[in-house]
């Protein structure tokens, strides 16, 4: 059965009380009753030890570990790896940033956030707790191979969970480029989903490769990365890359993007 905006279970880990009666206000104005509040990351853990929440609304700066912590603690135990998690943060250091988009953040809200970017938050968050098949006109979505290249283990682990719920089951790792060219070189793919910045060989020499010297050269490319910088994202492009994708990785976006490269 789907859940609802007012099905939702919240967790809201926040130190301050005035931050978490800010939050909690914004949540029951959409609705949204059944929340929780902890004061520290470990509160946290052993409130979920006892039931996982629908979704965990967490500040960056806990006084006992940060937000980023909490994450990969949580993505790091089998039982609660796919636990939605929303950071809510003013932090704008894009080294902190991208090590939580990494870990398979549903969303990153600033502080103060407003209530369009709570209510995009949610909308997230119930497609990736109300996962919908892709829909393929002339193919058989068990048939569908895909070639998943990124160097974090917990990025591949969040994306490949993502596809999983689409009905895409048929997914093979690489962790950067160079491992990704040796694959491509033995298999057949129907889509490549990869970062872009990898070690060794990145996403965008990965997908000027795949197009100038791979029997593949028509295969879909899907670039999924947290880079902002425009310059690089147009030489990416240029690489012939199919489609651009940003980390946080937004399910129903993909579910859309695979649809149409496919059909």
């Not at 570990?65 to 990969?72: K, Q, R, S």
């Not at 719920?165 to 093979?172: A, F, K, T």
């Not at 057949?188 to 872009?196: G, H, K, P, Q």
């Not at 030489?235 to 579910?255: M, T």
């Amino acid at each position: 059965m789907d859940i609802n905006l007012n099905d939702l279970n919240v967790l809201i880990v926040e130190p301050s009380k005035t931050q978490q009666r800010i939050i909690e206000r914004e949540l029951n104005s959409l609705s949204i009753d059944k929340i929780d509040a902890v004061h520290t990351a470990q509160e946290a853990l052993n409130y979920i030890s006892t039931g996982a929440p629908d979704l965990i609304l967490s500040a960056y700066y806990l006084s006992d570990m940060t937000g980023n912590e909490l994450l990969h603690t949580l993505r790091e135990d089998a039982t609660n790896q796919g636990t939605c998690f929303v950071l809510v943060s003013s932090v704008t250091d894009i080294r902190q940033l991208d090590a939580i988009r990494q870990a398979g953040v549903v969303a990153i809200l600033p502080k103060p956030f407003s209530a369009k970017d709570l209510s995009l938050a949610l909308k997230t968050t119930l497609s990736h707790l109300n996962p919908e098949d892709i829909a393929l006109e002339n193919t058989d979505i068990d048939d569908l191979k895909i070639l998943l290249v990124d160097d974090s283990k917990l990025a591949r682990k969040h994306i490949r969970r993502t596809l999983t719920s689409m009905g895409l089951e048929n997914v093979i790792e690489a962790e950067n480029g160079r491992e990704a060219v040796g694959i491509l070189n033995s298999e057949l793919f129907d889509l490549i989903v990869t970062d872009y910045n990898m070690p060794e060989m990145d996403g965008r020499e990965l997908s000027a490769y795949i197009r100038e010297q791979s029997d593949q050269a028509s295969v879909p490319i899907i670039m999924v990365t947290s880079e902002q910088n425009d310059s690089r994202l147009a030489a990416v492009q240029q690489a012939g890359v199919s489609a651009i994708c940003d980390k946080p990785f937004e399910p129903e976006n993909v579910r859309q993007l695979i649809q149409q490269l496919i059909n």
